[in-house]
């Protein structure tokens, strides 16, 4: 099975992406996942990962070799993005060929509180206040990278962190149902299809 994640920057989203991607894939027992991070084209924000003309251009370049294309985007506290996505999810559906599917999620409010979910925080803050925070990442995700000193490795601390929380994965999809609990649940139905 092969699935390509296509965020909507992979220069720092990627670290998070593969590792929580390839966790979720072995929680659903598929075997040998391949879970590859597109980085050709380079989409460089939210903006030009919710085109559809851009989209549209990684299909057609990766329909032959993948067999789950999902779209992982920020939802940034943008009460329409689900919209947005479900519009590009009946695009793609259209154009792709029997046994592929295109899923597209995008995370509460960013893939870091993914991260974050992974992890023993520290005891003062709330797990409720961090899914509620529109700007987690600079609130919450990059103060916990610098008491882990890990600021300067690639990634701004992404690595590591989120390798660490993949590790703990059951613990991400029951702190983050909205969105990787959701994807999730997806992904089995229509695994569940093909089986």
Request: aromatic share 8%; proline share 6%.
């Amino acid at each position: 099975m092969r699935v390509l994640v296509i965020p909507e920057d992979f220069r720092k989203d990627q670290f998070v992406l593969q590792p929580v991607i390839a966790a979720m894939m072995d929680h659903l027992k598929v075997a040998h996942p391949k879970v590859l991070v597109c980085r050709d084209p380079l989409l460089g924000g939210v903006d030009q990962a919710l085109k559809w003309e851009r989209i549209e251009e990684i299909i057609k370049r990766y329909q032959g070799m993948v067999d789950i294309f999902l779209l992982c985007v920020d939802r940034d506290g943008k009460e329409g993005r689900r919209m947005s996505l479900d519009r590009i999810e009946d695009q793609a559906g259209i154009m792709l060929a029997s046994g592929r599917v295109f899923v597209a999620e995008n995370a509460w409010q960013e893939l870091e509180v993914w991260v974050l979910a992974g992890h023993d925080l520290p005891p003062d803050w709330r797990w409720k206040d961090i899914r509620s925070e529109v700007n987690p990442k600079e609130t919450y995700f990059y103060p916990f990278v610098e008491s882990k000193n890990l600021g300067n490795e690639p990634g701004e601390g992404r690595r590591t962190l989120a390798t660490e929380a993949a590790r703990n994965y059951p613990r991400v999809r029951s702190l983050c149902p909205e969105d990787i609990g959701r994807l999730e649940t997806r992904l089995r139905q229509w695994l569940a299809g093909k089986r």
